[in-house]
Each structure stands twice: as C-alpha cells, then as structure tokens.
C-alpha cells in the first residue's frame, strides 16, 4: 500500500484558501487518493477523492499531479470550523482506509 | 438520521474485564471496520467485514474478536482488557468494499474506552 507524507501542521488565516499538501510518490495506477478531517476526536468525516483528474465539491477541491506522486487539498475560504486534522489516505490494493498522522490545521482569526 | 451508531459513548473497565463494543449501520453498506486511535496519533484498523458473514484482521487485531452479527451489526469484545486497550474505538461503513465510490466511509462518532 502506498504511503502519504503531510506536514504535521499548518495555519492559514481566516477567509483565505488553505492549502494542504501530500506526497504519495508509490501509489499505483488504480489507487484513489482520499482526503478525511477530524474535528476534536470526533470521527472522521469524508471531504473529497480522486483517482486521476482534478476534482471539486462543495467542500473542497483536490488537484492531483499528472504522475499521481502528489495532490493538494484546497480548502478555498478557510473559516474558523475548519479547524482540524486532515488526513490524505491511499487505498491500496486491499482498499482499506489505513491512517497516517495527518496535518493539524490551525485556522486563525 | 442515517448513519453509524456507536454503543457505549464511554466506559471505564478494570484490568481482565471483558466487554463488547457495539456498532450498527443503517445504510445498507456492505463493509464494516473497527478502527482504534491513541491520543496524538492516526486511527489504526483493527478488524474489518468486506460483507455479511465475513471478517479479516486489519493492523492490530492482537487482543480484539469480532462478530458479523447481519449486514447492519458488527460488535468488537475485547476478552481481557488491558491498560494498553484504553483508546477510542471508532466503527465505520462502506458501500463497496473497495473504499472507493461517492462517499467513502462513513464513521460512527467513537466510544471511549479506559482499562485501569
């Protein structure tokens, strides 16, 4: 299973875009990349994921490299809420969701 | 509303206690998962369901069994607790099995468990 480095923490001021990136430089060709948050301990809550082209939602948006060894999650107004650890996940061949550290966003007022 | 609901919220258990942890989903998916996570650190897959009738061990299974109770219910127990079990368990579900499809998993909001 490809594996995911983040950085462990970023901040990113109020109302502006936040950009969380992520190295995935083994993921295979039929691996989806998936982006997750987790707001104080809650359980993690599904943003977005890819496998190839560039998608968006009403959450977010992920720009995925052409070769697929990197994406980067936009968050595209920050607000305060979205205060949180963000995870950026492969599936692997098995599928399953296996966790990293994630990246703790700090959104400042 | 639909979604994974998780029992107990919390519990306090003693050394060598048994217990089992509850989940149950009503969105009709047909994979269910049993993660843990300590403090500071990522979630880690203990045992999973790929559909009714079936489990598998994930990361950590050492110390967990599982049940596949029908298509909405899979329960944790833990036989003999132990401090090293204190953690918060989450349970999630999947439509497909693969971890792909519109929405991912879907997860429940977590029982915290302390062994003393």
């Known amino acids: 299973d490809a594996k995911t480095t983040q950085p462990p923490s970023m901040d990113c001021a109020e109302g502006r875009a936040a950009n969380l990136p992520c190295n995935h430089s083994t993921i295979s060709g039929n691996e989806y990349v998936y982006w997750y948050r987790q707001i104080h301990s809650q359980g993690p809550q599904y943003i977005i994921h890819?496998?190839?082209n560039n998608e968006t939602n009403e959450m977010a948006s992920l720009i995925i490299t052409e070769d697929r060894k990197s994406s980067t999650l936009i968050l595209p107004h920050a607000t305060l809420r979205d205060t949180a650890v963000y995870y950026c996940i492969t599936t692997g061949n098995t599928g399953k969701l296996i966790f990293g550290q994630g990246t703790t966003l700090q959104v400042k007022p | 509303n639909a979604g994974v609901t998780q029992t107990p919220k919390f519990q306090v258990l003693k050394t060598g206690q048994s217990m089992t942890l509850q989940c149950a989903q009503d969105m009709n998916h047909n994979s269910m998962y049993w993660y843990r996570q300590d403090p500071g650190m990522g979630l880690r897959l203990i045992y999973y369901?790929?559909?009714?009738?079936?489990?598998d061990k994930g990361e950590v299974p050492n110390g967990y069994n599982v049940s596949r109770l029908n298509k909405r219910e899979f329960s944790l127990r833990l036989e003999s607790a132990a401090p090293s079990q204190t953690s918060v368990y989450f349970c999630?579900?999947?439509?497909?099995?693969?971890?792909?499809?519109?929405?991912?998993?879907?997860f429940g909001s977590g029982t915290r468990l302390t062994v003393v």
């Open positions: 369901s790929a559909s009714e009738g079936t489990t």
């Open positions: 890819g496998l190839k």
């Open positions: 999630a579900s999947s439509e497909l099995g693969q971890g792909a499809g519109d929405y991912g998993y879907t």
